[in-house]
């Protein structure tokens, strides 16, 4: 369980079977846990750790920061281009399945100790060493793509901005900021802008979290203020006949929507990786998560509303669907608002998802799995610099030299893998709480019944999402739908059997706390993430066929890195100040 550090290699290591062995023993390694009714928590102080300066509001405008971007100033009429007014159901529907995800990133960044890691350290505590390693592999991709991208669509309406002016109309080359000058039959596009972009919020990053958040706090209010000025001026020009029909291409054409709308509610991942640097972590990022995420979905459905009555669905355009339709509407000046909105929206989610990266990066530098520069944390600026700037220039040189739309369909692997990953990990902690490690009467371990049951749920969400996407008769995906419920009830079942025996064991041993500690516990385990695992899977079915061989090939390059090098220099319990975690409030203590 990683009580010793592993030796180095050796010259014979890689040939022998000992080899194979010691990287499956170090892979099964977990961050041990220290129930905080015995334990006083200690977390990284001076130039170790990371500063708390990040109140609730810092964090719930994180949360709005990371969403608020392209999402609603694009996708939404690109959506009802085929849902039709439907779109709105097609927002609700993924804010629902965003809630239960949320609801879990709430419990275990509450249980959690409170410093940097997110999905990755969940994963560490709850399953092993390589199956974290592989979490951050996939989130991470992501991250530096979605982040080149931004960037690039942030250098795009600047300029657009800019030519509002005579002066600069026309007189911008396509390579300074419009797309980028094309090389190699497009697999290389030139761009200027977003790596200089890039480079300046690294550098306000750099600065420090309290800088960097009264940046995101005023962009994310400005954008804010912006988007409620706009729902309040359309409200007066919605023709209620353009709702009918509200479904024109049926309800197929709503869910395939909710698929794709469901990544613009990804903010609450930011939040949880805020962790180190929040006042008061495990009271505000249950918060911080919960309440960004409804706000986000409030605004979404009420510009869909706006969006859809204003204009015919069929009449949006594709670019700037928003800015359009008030066009059309003869209010040319609302426009120029959202193009400042668009550049606040995007600004703020380039900075977050920068922001995200690095301190990701720090987590695994402080356990070992990367060189050790990841870990270094400035002593007075007290930001992760050396991790903040390789993040910048990955992203930069992304942006700066290839066609990054290219990449955009193998995207949101890394989110829906950590969702579900985060999801599994409340069950599995639960079970620790309640001494998982028991031998049932099938010679199988209680968590190995689990985890089967997972699985099950896990391949049933991804056989129903094959079906729907392409189109497979409807039984084959009820039989799909049928097992996953019969597995998430067995997990039920199982999972009340062992309260239920923990109950009795405490009541003899006569240990029962008398004050439980606070905290936010998911309601429904096992049954919501459960339902959360299942509906990413189907998600991710639903993606195109380059991500899942993306998913298989990043996973093989992660296993070898982490065999050639993870393997050697992880240390688990170097990392002593996240050994703590809490019970969730209700649960047997």
């Not at 750099?206 to 409200?235: Q, W």
């Not at 054409?253 to 909710?258: D, L, P, Q």
């Given at each position: ?150 960037a690039r669509s942030l250098a795009s309406y600047l300029v657009s901005i800019f030519e509002i002016f005579p002066f600069f109309r026309d007189n911008v080359p396509s390579w300074i900021g419009h797309g980028g000058k094309e090389f190699l039959g497009g697999a290389v596009s030139i761009n200027i802008l977003a790596p200089i972009l890039l480079a300046l919020l690294t550098v306000i990053l ?120 008030f066009t059309s509407k003869g209010l040319k000046y609302v426009s120029i608002l959202i193009s400042i909105g668009a550049v606040a929206g995007l600004t703020t989610t380039l900075l977050v998802g920068l922001y995200v990266q690095s301190r990701l990066y720090l987590g695994l530098g402080r356990d070992g799995l990367l060189p050790s520069i990841f870990a270094k944390v400035h002593s007075t ?209």
């Open positions: 369980m990683g009580d010793t550090k592993p030796s180095h290699p050796s010259s014979s290591s890689y040939s022998s079977p000992t080899w194979f062995s010691n990287l499956c023993s170090s892979a099964l390694r977990t961050k041990t846990l220290i129930s905080s009714e015995t334990t006083n928590v200690r977390t990284p102080s001076g130039g170790e750790g990371l500063e708390r300066r990040l109140g609730l509001l810092d964090l719930v405008l994180i949360g709005i920061g990371a969403s608020i971007g392209a999402g609603i100033f694009v996708v939404t009429g690109t959506v009802a281009r085929d849902a039709g007014p439907g779109v709105t159901i097609s927002f609700i529907l993924a804010g629902a399945a965003c809630v239960l995800n949320a609801l879990c990133y709430a419990e275990m960044a509450s249980r959690l100790p409170a410093v940097v890691g997110g999905a990755y350290l969940y994963a560490y505590t709850a399953f092993n060493e390589l199956t974290a390693f592989l979490v951050f592999a996939q989130l991470m991709l992501d991250y530096h793509i979605g982040a080149a991208s931004i750099c600065r420090g979290v309290g800088e960097s958040s009264v940046l995101n706090s005023l962009m994310t209010i400005t954008k804010v203020v912006i988007v409620l000025f706009v729902i309040a001026v359309g409200a007066f020009k919605v023709d209620m006949s353009n709702w009918s029909p509200f479904a024109p291409n049926g309800f197929k054409a709503i869910v395939t929507g909710a698929t794709v709308v469901f990544f613009a509610y990804v903010g609450f991942d930011a939040v949880a990786n805020s962790a180190e640097e929040a006042k008061r972590p495990q009271r505000d990022l249950p918060v911080g998560i919960l309440g960004s995420l409804l706000i986000c979905a409030i605004l979404y459905i009420a510009v869909c509303l706006v969006i859809t009555g204003m204009v015919p669905y069929q009449l949006l355009g594709e670019d700037a669907p928003l800015a359009e339709a600026r007290h930001t992760p610099i050396q991790s903040q700037v390789w993040v910048g220039i990955v992203a930069g040189v992304l942006a700066g030299i290839f066609n990054v739309r290219v990449l955009s369909h193998i995207l949101s692997v890394g989110s829906l893998t950590g969702y579900s990953v985060v999801s599994a990990c409340v069950i599995t902690l639960r079970w620790k709480d309640k001494g998982g490690s028991r031998i049932s009467r099938r010679c199988v371990t209680d968590r190995q019944e689990g985890i089967i049951c997972l699985a099950v749920v896990a391949c049933c969400g991804f056989a129903s999402g094959l079906c729907y996407n392409f189109s497979f008769p409807l039984f084959v995906s009820l039989v799909a739908g049928l097992i996953a419920i019969v597995a998430a009830f067995l997990l039920h079942f199982r999972h009340e059997a062992r309260s239920r025996d923990m109950k009795i064991i405490m009541k003899l041993k006569e240990a029962v706390y008398e004050e439980v500690p606070s905290g936010f516990s998911c309601p429904g385990v096992p049954l919501v993430p459960a339902i959360c695992i299942f509906f990413n899977m189907f998600l991710f079915a639903q993606l195109h066929h380059e991500a899942w061989w993306r998913f298989v090939v990043l996973s093989i390059l992660s296993v070898g890195v982490y065999a050639f090098y993870g393997q050697y220099h992880a240390d688990p319990t170097t990392s002593n100040h996240i050994s703590v975690y809490h019970r969730p409030p209700g649960n047997e203590a």
